[in-house]
């Protein structure tokens, strides 16, 4: 063992025999004791706290800190540990450098049971350098990867969100041991290691967080099940696109297809079912509220000119729920987003025009070159539109 690492041990060790843990009730979130709490971790010492899975340690990313929780969990130096943030609103700057499905899933999971890991791009790994200090950075960022958790237990975001530094929070147990999910187990485990036990009752899901992957445009990877199962990831970060006309035989079948084959594209799919697989779905309706008619013959026509097959295609009719489904609502004419608007107000945000100089008029009944005339305005839409997305 080097001078250095015998002096570490040292030095850890004369911190153990110091200790004495305190274990303090907290009912109420806007207690005082968390702000002492919060100025414990910013000085180094180590404070376990509940979340809504199991009790964890805070603990300063620094290199001292760090050090003494890897004694007192046993855990070897080679470990990553987690980012944790109090509030949703702390990653918003890094959430706007990820794809559509990465922020999509964190307003659906957090704050809650899921810590997700990110491959960092390197326009996100100048943000969080800058975000978090060189020197949590390095810690927290190795192999070009962050991971991050949002709890959702009011005792830990009041918690986090107060200490000014970034923290870490592995479970409260030793390495190999079973999680903490209350105080006594914390207490019967690590008394003597850590400052303070902060005890707000048993933990609600006594469950560890499940962790997933995400990187670039593929799909979300399971690391870790846990409270959420892999569909009930895979619901969340999923993105719906839907397009919308009149009977949902012409114009919107038409979007649908060359969107898809589009995206596929954008993506680098070798098929174009595979964009299911990456998150993504793509629908059409109709403001009529028609069911079952295939696509016109000027529309699938006007598809295979470019090898986009519609001939599966069945109508259906627009529905409230179909666009509180949707992330991205795409209509043909400004009566089609009225009705859109009507049927579900809340979707204002996300219902726009698909073509921005205007409506897409309605081919309807008129020779296979006004089909092919109207494809050409909705493929130069779509192309704008994929331009302004992050995917």
């Known amino acids: 063992m080097g001078l250095r690492s015998r002096l570490a041990k040292s030095r850890f060790f004369l911190y153990a025999l110091a200790m004495k843990t305190e274990r303090i009730q907290v009912s109420d979130p806007q207690d005082q004791v968390l702000t002492q709490a919060a ?28 050090n003494r929780l890897d004694q007192i969990k046993g855990r070897t130096p080679d470990k990553h540990y987690t980012l944790h943030v109090g509030e949703v609103s702390q990653l918003q700057g890094f959430l706007e450098l990820t794809s559509l499905r990465v922020a999509k899933l964190a307003q659906k999971a957090w704050p809650g049971p899921l810590t997700m890991v990110f491959d960092l791009t390197e326009p996100a790994r100048q943000y969080v350098r800058h975000w978090l200090g060189e020197a949590a950075f390095e810690i927290l960022c190795r192999d070009h990867t962050l991971g991050i958790r949002c709890p959702d237990h009011p005792v830990a975001k009041s918690l986090l969100s107060q200490a000014a530094c970034a923290v870490v929070a592995p479970s409260a147990n030793k390495t190999g041991q079973a999680p903490a999910s209350d105080a006594d187990q914390v207490m019967t485990t690590l008394n003597g290691d850590i400052h303070w036990i902060l005890d707000a009752g048993p933990c609600p899901l006594k469950q560890s967080s499940a962790v997933v992957k995400i990187g670039g445009s593929g799909p979300v990877e399971i690391l870790r099940e ?18 919308v006309c009149t009977g949902n035989t012409c114009r919107s079948p038409m979007a649908e297809g060359i969107f898809r084959n589009m995206l596929a594209q ?17 629908v059409s309706a109709g403001t009529m509220g028609m069911h079952g008619l295939p696509a016109s013959e000027g529309a699938v026509a006007a598809c295979l000119d470019r090898g986009i097959d519609i001939t599966g295609h069945e109508s259906r009719g627009l529905s409230a729920r179909l666009i509180e489904e949707s992330d991205f609502i795409f209509t043909m004419t400004h009566f ?9 107000p809340e979707a204002s945000q996300r219902c726009v025009l698909l073509d921005v100089k205007g409506d897409i008029a309605d081919p309807v009944g008129q020779p296979v070159t006004v089909y092919r005339a109207c494809a050409v305005q909705i493929e130069d839409a779509i192309k704008t539109k994929l331009s302004e997305l992050t995917l």
């Open 39 to 66: 100025k414990h971790i910013e000085a180094g010492e180590l404070v376990a706290f509940p979340t809504e899975t199991v009790y964890g340690i805070a603990c300063r990313a620094s290199a001292d800190a760090i």
């Open 226 to 243: 846990g409270y959420f199962s892999r569909q009930a990831i895979d619901d969340m970060a999923q993105i719906q696109f839907l397009f």
């Open 266 to 282: 954008h993506l680098s799919c070798n098929e174009v079912d595979d964009l299911s697989v990456l998150g993504y779905k793509i």
């Open 336 to 344: 089609h987003r009225d009705t859109v608007l009507a049927l579900f």
